[in-house]
């Protein structure tokens, strides 16, 4: 019983961290599947956390913080889609430039405009989300196994919770049963051909920045608004770089990208229950090897050591028009 | 595929194009000043003042360029063979386990002058170390080496973190670092340096390794463009399928880049480690291999280029200290947010203003053709 119990304490706070990791990396999934590399996940994501808690700091409601997140977040997607795009610019350096932007912009802002060391007000109750509680959640809290799983890990989570984790269907259906899911794959295949058709390769690729840029949003506005009550300076602390991860780990497809998320979360809430704790046979696993272990195991996927990952195509390369 | 641009003179291409991106990049620095309720050019003045009004300001700023100069050419010599070294703030952490390991070992029975050089081989050992594996991961099993050494950034900061508090760290203490080290492990200063020219170097740990770092700027020149390895990563940087059929070992390259690359950000330790705190610290690298991004970016990955542009970001390193201590409502955030606009700006977006310079060259020498012919009839 006390092991359920552990464990149902261990799905919960995965479930908890990895929302922001769904939301960026099928964020990743759409720009990386149209041929466009994106490591500034990390830089968009902190951009529209700041943008969330200063909106709804100032106006007092979550949906205009969410909104400015959303609209931060795609400002910045366009300013990668601009250089990486239509000045051909290399996508590496871009993003690794809004990166830094971002980081240095909410602090700067965040100073100026709220004086409280980087950070927004703590918000109020209308200017956050609420956790979503299902239909009799507490009634059958009691009833073993049942009632913990239904009240504790199907219940009681914010609405952009259930909607992260929407959006996987969601995504796997726009990308391979839609027609501009089609052609947004093909971009990142072979944008030879999609010109050929006569579809405008820049256009879609954009397209598929600005889905990023929502995404995105949604992923900055969930760490300001739901996981915490406000923004604190770096609070993405490398979350995108781990949702780039995941997505690389999943081999660019919508459902694992979903389970690789869940398992990183999945560690990093065993990292935090192990802090100090010995196992058994193994002894006392150092603390930091359980928070490197995203990054190893990612590397050695791309190794080929499990399985390969092999990534779009036209990933990175600028299209040019033969003249 | 044709040629997107005209050819341009040299010093266009090397000097007024980085010019405008420089000066569009402050300008939008400059905006960012104004929104957040500040004067631009107050700002401004603050950092020239900050970073040269003084001696010691002066020997901040160049103790700043050392540190930007090894991490700069770390990236410059990847570039070169076509790879992106994105790990150079990995590499200078780990890299900074040999300068320690050396220090430890004999700062308290040999003088500096022994020391150094053992510290020499050992960061750039175990920063060469931290680059060869994503370069063996490229160039064998394919794996892309930009995604695999921002992974290994962050495997070197777990590692690390690990070390400083579980290894090295002295008995007793608590505080994540190594024991201070004792006389042997302390770069002497070069305020003689300075005092050729009338400057007081004061509290600026301006050190013997700004000497280390301009000679492996010339070194990397000269690998680079006067012997064959050089070449042979030139041609894979410009064109791998030329390079392969004209049978340069691809792997073997590629290997070899990624470890001088990765042994240059190694040896940025040294100048923190041995000529600032004389320890080992936690995190001590402070962002200085993405600096080096940026720093390559500027310079061209030429060491003519790297040299000035890395003190172009000590002068924002230790100018923007001051600004944050003048102007209390701007942090030295400023400064990260500077750096990422001169990446923008210089690097992922070069091309922006090269065509209206290049049309105003163009229809210049037209004109001037004009000229000659009308003389001529």
Same mark, same amino acid.
């Given at each position: 019983?006390?092991?359920?119990?552990?464990?149902?304490?261990?799905?919960?706070?995965?479930?908890?961290?990895?929302?922001?990791?769904?939301?960026?990396?099928?964020?990743?999934?759409?720009?990386?599947?149209?041929?466009?590399?994106? #490591?500034?996940?990390?830089?968009?994501?902190?951009?529209?956390?700041?943008?969330?808690?200063?909106?709804?700091?100032?106006?007092?409601?979550?949906?205009?913080?969410?909104?400015?997140?959303?609209?931060?977040?795609?400002?910045?997607?366009?300013?990668?889609?601009?250089?990486?795009?239509?000045?051909?610019?290399?996508?590496?350096?871009?993003?690794?430039?809004?990166?830094?932007?971002?980081?240095?912009?909410?602090?700067?802002?965040?100073?100026?405009?709220?004086?409280?060391?980087?950070?927004?007000?703590?918000?109020?109750?209308?200017?956050?989300?609420?956790?979503?509680?299902?239909?009799?959640?507490?009634?059958?809290?009691?009833?073993?196994? @049942?009632?913990?799983?239904?009240?504790?890990?199907?219940?009681?989570?914010?609405?952009?919770?259930?909607?992260?984790?929407?959006?996987?269907?969601?995504?796997?259906?726009?990308?391979?049963?839609?027609?501009?899911?089609?052609?947004?794959?093909?971009?990142?295949?072979?944008?030879?051909?999609?010109?050929?058709?006569?579809?405008?390769?820049?256009?879609?690729?954009?397209?598929?920045?600005?889905?990023?840029?929502?995404?995105?949003?949604?992923?900055?506005?969930?760490?300001?608004?739901?996981?915490?009550?406000?923004?604190?300076?770096?609070?993405?602390?490398?979350?995108?770089?781990?949702?780039?991860?995941?997505?690389?780990?999943?081999?660019?497809?919508?459902?694992?990208?979903?389970?690789?998320?869940?398992?990183?979360?999945?560690?990093?809430?065993?990292?935090?229950?192990?802090?100090?704790?010995?196992?058994?046979?193994?002894?006392?696993?150092?603390?930091?090897?359980?928070?490197?272990?995203?990054?190893?195991?990612?590397?050695?996927?791309?190794?080929?050591?499990?399985?390969?990952?092999?990534?779009?195509?036209?990933?990175?390369?600028?299209?040019?028009?033969?003249? | 595929?044709?040629?997107?641009?005209?050819?341009?003179?040299?010093?266009?291409?090397?000097?007024?194009?980085?010019?405008?991106?420089?000066?569009?990049?402050?300008?939008?620095?400059?905006?960012?000043?104004?929104?957040?309720?500040?004067?631009?050019?107050?700002?401004?003045?603050?950092?020239?003042?900050?970073?040269?009004?003084?001696?010691?300001?002066?020997?901040?700023?160049?103790?700043?360029?050392?540190?930007?100069?090894?991490?700069?050419?770390?990236?410059?010599?990847?570039?070169?063979?076509?790879?992106?070294?994105?790990?150079?703030?990995?590499?200078?952490?780990?890299?900074?386990?040999? @300068?320690?390991?050396?220090?430890?070992?004999?700062?308290?029975?040999?003088?500096?002058?022994?020391?150094?050089?053992?510290?020499?081989?050992?960061?750039?050992?175990?920063?060469?170390?931290?680059?060869?594996?994503?370069?063996?991961?490229?160039?064998?099993?394919?794996?892309?080496?930009?995604?695999?050494?921002?992974?290994?950034?962050?495997?070197?900061?777990?590692?690390?973190?690990?070390?400083?508090?579980?290894?090295?760290?002295?008995?007793?203490?608590?505080?994540?670092?190594?024991?201070?080290?004792?006389?042997?492990?302390?770069?002497?200063?070069?305020?003689?340096?300075?005092?050729?020219?009338?400057?007081?170097?004061?509290?600026?740990?301006?050190?013997?390794?700004?000497?280390?770092?301009?000679?492996?700027?010339?070194?990397?020149?000269?690998?680079?463009?006067?012997?064959?390895?050089?070449?042979?990563?030139?041609?894979?940087?410009?064109?791998?399928?030329?390079?392969?059929?004209?049978?340069?070992?691809?792997?073997?390259?590629?290997?070899?880049?990624?470890?001088?690359?990765?042994?240059?950000?190694?040896?940025?330790?040294?100048?923190?480690?041995?000529?600032?705190?004389?320890?080992?610290?936690?995190?001590?690298?402070?962002?200085?291999?993405?600096?080096?991004?940026?720093?390559?970016?500027?310079?061209?990955?030429?060491?003519?280029?790297?040299?000035?542009?890395?003190?172009?970001?000590?002068?924002?390193?230790?100018?923007?200290?001051?600004?944050?201590?003048?102007?209390?409502?701007?942090?030295?955030?400023?400064?990260?947010? #500077?750096?990422?606009?001169?990446?923008?700006?210089?690097?992922?977006?070069?091309?922006?203003?090269?065509?209206?310079?290049?049309?105003?060259?163009?229809?210049?020498?037209?004109?001037?053709?004009?000229?000659?012919?009308?003389?001529?009839?």
């Amino acid at each position: 019983m006390d092991f359920f119990h552990v464990l149902v304490v261990l799905l919960e706070s995965t479930i908890r961290v990895s929302v922001p990791l769904v939301f960026a990396a099928l964020a990743g999934l759409f720009t990386e599947r149209a041929g466009v590399f994106d #490591i500034s996940l990390e830089g968009k994501m902190l951009g529209a956390a700041f943008a969330a808690g200063a909106a709804a700091a100032v106006s007092q409601s979550v949906w205009v913080g969410l909104a400015a997140a959303i609209l931060v977040s795609v400002l910045l997607s366009l300013v990668h889609g601009y250089a990486s795009i239509t000045q051909r610019g290399n996508q590496i350096v871009s993003g690794v430039a809004i990166n830094f932007i971002v980081a240095g912009a909410t602090v700067i802002l965040g100073e100026a405009w709220f004086r409280q060391g980087g950070r927004t007000p703590a918000l109020v109750e209308g200017a956050r989300f609420q956790i979503v509680n299902f239909p009799g959640a507490d009634a059958i809290r009691d009833v073993p196994i @049942v009632g913990p799983v239904y009240a504790d890990l199907l219940s009681g989570h914010f609405l952009l919770t259930y909607f992260a984790f929407a959006m996987v269907p969601i995504s796997w259906w726009i990308l391979f049963r839609t027609r501009f899911g089609l052609r947004l794959r093909a971009v990142g295949e072979n944008p030879g051909a999609v010109d050929t058709a006569g579809i405008s390769v820049i256009w879609l690729r954009y397209r598929a920045v600005i889905c990023c840029g929502i995404l995105c949003g949604f992923a900055g506005a969930y760490l300001s608004l739901a996981m915490t009550a406000g923004f604190v300076k770096g609070m993405t602390a490398g979350k995108g770089y781990i949702a780039l991860a995941a997505l690389i780990f999943a081999k660019w497809r919508p459902v694992n990208v979903m389970f690789a998320c869940l398992l990183f979360g999945f560690l990093d809430a065993l990292a935090i229950r192990l802090q100090g704790t010995p196992l058994p046979l193994i002894g006392q696993v150092p603390v930091q090897l359980m928070q490197a272990l995203p990054y190893i195991l990612t590397v050695v996927l791309l190794a080929g050591f499990i399985g390969k990952a092999i990534p779009p195509k036209a990933g990175g390369v600028p299209y040019v028009k033969e003249r | 595929m044709s040629v997107p641009y005209a050819r341009l003179p040299g010093w266009v291409e090397y000097g007024l194009i980085p010019l405008v991106n420089l000066a569009v990049a402050f300008l939008v620095a400059g905006l960012v000043v104004l929104l957040v309720g500040e004067n631009p050019l107050e700002a401004a003045y603050h950092l020239i003042n900050g970073a040269f009004g003084r001696g010691e300001y002066i020997g901040f700023t160049l103790y700043y360029a050392t540190t930007f100069i090894f991490t700069g050419l770390a990236v410059a010599v990847a570039f070169h063979a076509g790879l992106f070294n994105i790990g150079g703030e990995g590499q200078a952490y780990v890299g900074g386990i040999g @300068v320690a390991l050396a220090c430890l070992w004999l700062d308290q029975v040999m003088p500096w002058y022994v020391v150094f050089p053992l510290a020499i081989v050992g960061s750039a050992f175990f920063g060469a170390l931290w680059a060869f594996l994503p370069g063996w991961l490229q160039a064998r099993r394919g794996s892309h080496i930009v995604i695999t050494t921002i992974m290994f950034n962050f495997i070197a900061s777990s590692l690390m973190v690990y070390l400083l508090t579980r290894v090295l760290k002295p008995l007793g203490s608590m505080a994540p670092q190594t024991r201070t080290f004792a006389e042997g492990g302390q770069l002497p200063k070069l305020d003689w340096l300075l005092s050729i020219f009338g400057l007081n170097v004061g509290t600026a740990p301006f050190n013997i390794s700004f000497l280390l770092a301009l000679a492996a700027a010339f070194a990397v020149w000269v690998l680079i463009w006067r012997t064959r390895l050089g070449y042979e990563m030139r041609t894979m940087g410009h064109s791998p399928s030329a390079a392969r059929y004209a049978g340069i070992r691809e792997s073997r390259i590629i290997v070899i880049t990624m470890m001088i690359s990765g042994g240059l950000a190694g040896m940025m330790a040294l100048n923190p480690i041995m000529g600032e705190q004389f320890r080992m610290q936690l995190d001590f690298v402070q962002g200085a291999g993405f600096v080096g991004i940026a720093v390559a970016l500027m310079g061209r990955s030429h060491p003519g280029g790297i040299i000035p542009a890395a003190i172009l970001f000590g002068v924002l390193y230790q100018g923007g200290a001051e600004i944050a201590f003048e102007m209390p409502s701007i942090s030295r955030d400023m400064i990260v947010i #500077i750096q990422g606009l001169v990446i923008l700006f210089a690097g992922a977006l070069e091309n922006m203003f090269r065509p209206a310079i290049t049309r105003a060259f163009a229809t210049r020498g037209q004109r001037a053709a004009a000229v000659v012919q009308t003389k001529g009839a």
